[in-house]
């Protein structure tokens, strides 16, 4: 079974549209997060390619008060 056979959902993440809900700024949640302003950049900027680690993605949603499945959706590949 080759890649083009497999199917998986393609997901992307939210945190600039939950960080534009919220109204924060990317700043203040690298401040209250404790997560580098560069990783909060690449989250907003590279949400179809960026992974971040899932203790970045709790101390995010942490901050956000959101669970971590609100900082993805799923999209068509």
Known sequence: M???DTIRPMVRLRVKEVLQEKGMSRGKLSRLS???LM????MCNQPTTYSPTLNTLERVAKVLHVPISELYEEIDS
Not at 39 to 42: D, G, L, W
């Open 2 to 4: 080759g890649i083009t």
């Open 34 to 36: 404790d997560v580098a």
């Open 39 to 42: 990783t909060v950049s690449r």
